[in-house]
């Protein structure tokens, strides 16, 4: 790492960073933050269209620009961007990283002909080596952890990186620029750890990490978090914080005191009062014991990686957990009083017709009764993943725009699929959909704050509400999956498939009405403000 | 204890009158009733001479519109309410033979700039758009005034009843002024939750009587109302009717899931009305 003091000889580089920010990006806000640490300057701007990055450009004459790409779909738009700052003059280094980038670069860069580099897996010290040699003269091509191109135009990687074993080094996000004070509940990002100690086969964490020679959960220590927590509460007057950690709980018996550690902590300085918190944790840690520590100290609401209710599924995401797991903790979190959404799969590229079924008769037990949102969608083979590598091996691997797809074992599901993504799109998929209404408003009728006491008939109109909106989802899928099911070659636009279609969009109406029942309730319950703030 | 505001106040346009105004405690139930004088004089500073003179037109007592001076009745709700005197300057209303109406908004004691007239028979006697004033003399016969089910203005209220401050007879929507005549007329115009000032009641959820102690919240009444009305008129029962209609050998197997999926919506409708309903006897 290269830690090397100012000298006179050397400048401070200049570094622009792009980068989405629906909550605080605290993945380029500790970038900026290390950079500062070690004598850079670091800007930071919203990732949408080219103006305001063209103009932060021209004011600061950047030595580096960094973009964080965070979905590969995207891009081309990142392209775009890129390619109208270079046209309006921008004549910095180019660079970007991110789980797509660090494992495929060569595709990256190919993609992207303005690219200069691609930065590697964590970026702290690779982007402080890349701004301190672009601004010393030094030859950037030997900063360990980047890709580059050649002269030849093929990419070149240098050597891999060692990720730092402590996070205690890292200086703390930079939030200078954020408004909290201009919102009307405030919500903070806030990271506890780095990392995941499972081996989930759709999900690319781990390899990424793996990348960085920074296997398992590396956690900070407590007290400097709650030291952190008590300065965006105290002085930054958050009253939300938003646990960006992969698995809060993840780690064993150690991770659970560490959780414990932070949340006696939290309560002995009296943050508990007045500060509540959203955790992602998995089923088989969301237990009432691990829990409970943390509801005292302000816990409300948890992110559930469910993935799917049937045990075939379970072994192929590799989530080493049956499906009873769930509904335990599903209860744990009733019993507790905690909002709670999940991520759930309804389909994986090794689906059956009877899978899917089990998985919704899961979902009816698992929340049929409304307490929270029923989510459900598709997997999508992200790269690095064990799932993607394993449909390139069976040969099912497409990929087409550097998006990679799949088609099901059972074509019938590759109708269902269609059709479902079509019915349920205004309901799980659009922006600002159904769906993402029901879980904030759940987030919503749970906080429980000093100012906005919590409401227990605003909460079970909600719960009312997003049940009677679950359960419809629920029969209209089964019904589409008897279709199929039953006919020889069903077509994602067959009448009965078009009916159901017409049927849940008439529903889904009817649930938006009563949506906006909802907020107008939870204005009236003073609870303006803090609506989605869980999703 | 909720507080009941008492003012003076000109009509239409709000401004208050005199020096009343004062919070009066109240008790939640109990019955409020208020005098007031049928003429109302202020000093004129323009014209000591002759003083300002107002009529008594109307009282607004916790919700209640009434029109006898000196019995200004309503029922205090567990909210802050009001108790408005409502009077119009005299001399101010002398415009020939119309009818002129107004959208008084009661939950929020005002009156609001839409027009209540939905239609008008004969129709010559009305010229549409957001006129307010309905001509005597054009057309020949009565005027049958039928009010506008809501405003745009008065979010989330319907129209209640006409309230004919002169001459003229209610029917429903419909108010009936004779040929020639002239007069004034509020339509009254109530919703179920203001978030504010809440009469209790004429808030048409209430009328059906509280269910118990645990009565829900007038806006869980209102929701639950609305999720039983658009069940009850849910194109299910149009699916459903349409299948029937059909040759009994054309019925095919995929048309009864139709209406058994569509059905089957409608009752999670209904089983959340139930769940909501179940909460509030439980006491959450």
Known sequence: MSDRPMTESRRAARVLLVAFEDQDNLGVRYLASFLRKHGHQATIVAFGNAAPVIEAAARIDPDI???????????????????????AGARGHVTIGGHYASFEPA???????????????????????????????????????????????????????QGTKTLDDYPWPDRDDIRYEEQETPVASILGSRGCPWKCSFCSIITFYDGNGTKGRRRRDPIDVVDEMEHLHRDRGVEILLWQDDDFLGGGRDAIRWAHTVASESI???????????ISCRSDEAKLSSLAPLVDAGLTHVYLGVESGDANDLRDLNKLLLPDVHLRAGEALRELGLSFDFGFMLLQPWSTLQSVRNNINFLRRFVGDGYTGATFCRMLPYVGTAAEK??????????HDLRADYLFLDPKLDAFYTWMLDTFACRNFDSGNTLSWLCSLTFDSHLDLPHRPASPSFRAAVQAVTGANNRTAFDILESGLDY???????????????????????????TRSDIESLREMAEGNSHRGTLACAS | MPNIHRTNRQFPDGAQIGATDENIPGTAGSPATFSTDVDFFLPNPGDPAHPLHYRFLFWNVCGTIGNDAHHGNGTVPSTDTVATAWYVPVGVGDGGAAIATFAFWVEHDRVVPDTPIQSVNPAAAWAGGNNTVVSSTAGSGPRMITAKNSVPTATNATFDHWFPLGAGSASAAVLTVAEGGSTWALALYQ??????????KNDPTTKPGPISKFDPSPIDRTRLIDILTKAQTHPAADRLTQVLKKEQSSISADDLRGVAVELKANINRLQSAVELINAKLEGK
């Open chain 1, 65 to 87: 620009i960094g973009f964080s790409l965070i979905f590969q779909y995207m891009v081309p738009e990142f392209r775009d961007v890129i390619a109208e700052l270079r046209a």
């Open chain 1, 107 to 161: 595709a990256l860069l190919a993609a992207i002909p303005d690219l200069d580099s691609v930065v590697r897996f964590e970026g702290e010290e690779t982007l402080l080596d890349l701004a301190t040699a672009l601004v010393t003269g030094a030859d950037w091509h030997s900063v360990p952890g980047i890709a580059f191109r050649e002269d030849g135009g093929k990419a070149a990687l240098t050597a891999p990186r």
């Open chain 1, 268 to 278: 002995k300085r009296g943050l508990h009062h007045s500060l509540r918190w959203k």
């Open chain 1, 390 to 399: 394993r449909l390139r091996d069976e040969g099912r691997l497409f990929e």
């Open chain 1, 484 to 510: 199929v099911e039953r006919t020889a070659e069903p077509g994602p636009d067959d009448d009965f498939l078009r009916m159901l279609t017409e049927i849940y969009h008439d529903h889904d109406a009817r």
């Open chain 2, 191 to 200: 919703h179920h939750d203001s978030g504010g000032f809440r009469p209790g």
